[in-house]
């Protein structure tokens, strides 16, 4: 009689497999983080990044057009200023690089994408942290939040769809969902960075960004042995009005994706951050991995875990290879 179970009968052929299958993974479900910096006459490589690059303002919109004809859900757009000062006044500036990148983004492609904008000062402070510092060198909670509100009713008014405060502020989403409901921004939806962990795999962003960041930012971001701390910040994200939650880093943090899943009222997003990427993109380089079919496993195992949404400098690719 045995065995009386055959699990192998539903893994026969690719079409018994497609059929019965428990995860999809889609083109709309992904969203392309893009970084567009200021002087550029052509795009600089990002070293740690194979295939990543520094926009100018002409190739990113090539760029960005290649993608959503591609099929990619949104797009994440970081903008590296030229000059940097200790208020990181040129987020709030109509004519920094950021808000004038997503007004050309939103001429290009108008309503055909999803698009949003990092509400974080860390690319446009001199100092390389999240918000801005007291006089004892801190970050200043309280000072941080009054910036971001402006910050994002100038992104709003650039073009983004979608603000994305990604500084783990105390208190940012709701600052931040009043501020654009007392201007009359009440369609501003917000991406709120619920869970952003202090990770040594954010290494390849600080290239990417310029980052003049010296030291760390283990007083705002979460220590990465807190999974109670996170379901904290989601819920007080929540109430305070965020339209999605996020979880960043992700594969390091699957197990607190699958638990923002399980509570969350709204989308789930995770960040696939450049760590991640770039180990994937040594080992193929290497010849170690496939590089596509650990790609595609890297991004099911995140739409495993519960993620309605996947930030990932893979999108466009991946979207050509799921098309």
């Known amino acids: 009689m045995f065995p009386e179970h055959r699990p192998r009968r539903l893994r026969t052929t690719p079409a018994m497999r497609r059929l019965v299958g428990e995860t999809t993974l889609r083109p709309r479900q992904l969203i392309l983080p893009m970084f567009v910096a200021e002087g550029l006459d052509v795009p600089r490589p990002i070293?740690?990044?194979?295939?990543?690059?520094?926009?100018?303002?002409?190739?990113?919109?090539?760029?960005?057009?290649?993608?959503?004809?591609?099929?990619?859900?949104?797009?994440?757009?970081?903008?590296?200023?030229?000059?940097?000062?200790?208020?990181?006044?040129?987020?709030?500036?109509?004519?920094?690089?950021?808000?004038?990148?997503?007004?050309?983004?939103?001429?290009?492609?108008?309503?055909?994408?999803?698009?949003?904008?990092?509400?974080?000062?860390?690319?446009?402070?001199?100092?390389?942290?999240?918000?801005?510092?007291?006089?004892?060198?801190?970050?200043?909670?309280?000072?941080?939040?009054?910036?971001?509100?402006?910050?994002?009713?100038?992104?709003?008014?650039?073009?983004?769809?979608?603000?994305?405060?990604?500084?783990?502020?105390?208190?940012?989403?709701g600052v931040i969902r009043r501020a654009l409901d007392e201007v009359g921004h009440k369609d501003a939806a917000i991406l709120?960075?619920?869970?952003?962990?202090?990770?040594?795999?954010?290494?390849?962003?600080?290239?990417?960004?310029?980052?003049?960041?010296?030291?760390?930012?283990?007083?705002?971001?979460?220590?990465?042995?807190?999974?109670?701390?996170?379901?904290?910040?989601?819920?007080?994200?929540?109430?305070?009005?965020?339209?999605m939650v996020m979880v960043k880093p992700a594969l390091a943090y699957l197990d607190v994706i699958k638990a923002a899943a399980d509570i969350s009222p709204v989308p789930v997003a995770a960040y696939n951050i450049s760590g991640e990427y770039a180990m994937v993109e040594a080992a193929a380089a290497n010849g170690w991995l496939d590089r596509e079919r650990t790609v595609l496993e890297v991004l099911t195992s995140i739409r495993r875990a519960g993620a309605d949404l996947i930030l990932t400098y893979w999108a466009a690719e991946a979207a050509a290879w799921l098309d």
């Open 47 to 173: 070293s740690s990044m194979p295939g990543v690059v520094q926009h100018t303002r002409d190739t990113l919109r090539k760029a960005a057009v290649d993608a959503v004809n591609a099929g990619v859900g949104g797009l994440m757009l970081f903008g590296i200023p030229a000059t940097r000062d200790a208020e990181g006044s040129g987020a709030v500036d109509e004519n920094g690089i950021l808000n004038v990148a997503l007004r050309d983004l939103r001429h290009e492609l108008g309503d055909a994408t999803v698009l949003m904008a990092d509400t974080c000062l860390d690319e446009f402070t001199d100092h390389g942290h999240c918000g801005v510092l007291d006089a004892d060198g801190g970050v200043d909670n309280d000072a941080t939040l009054r910036i971001y509100a402006q910050m994002a009713i100038a992104q709003y008014e650039a073009g983004a769809h979608v603000l994305g405060p990604s500084g783990m502020m105390d208190g940012q989403i």
């Open 192 to 243: 709120a960075y619920s869970a952003k962990y202090a990770s040594a795999f954010y290494g390849p962003f600080r290239e990417a960004v310029d980052s003049q960041l010296k030291g760390d930012r283990k007083t705002y971001q979460q220590d990465p042995g807190n999974g109670r701390e996170a379901l904290r910040e989601i819920e007080l994200d929540l109430a305070e009005g965020a339209d």
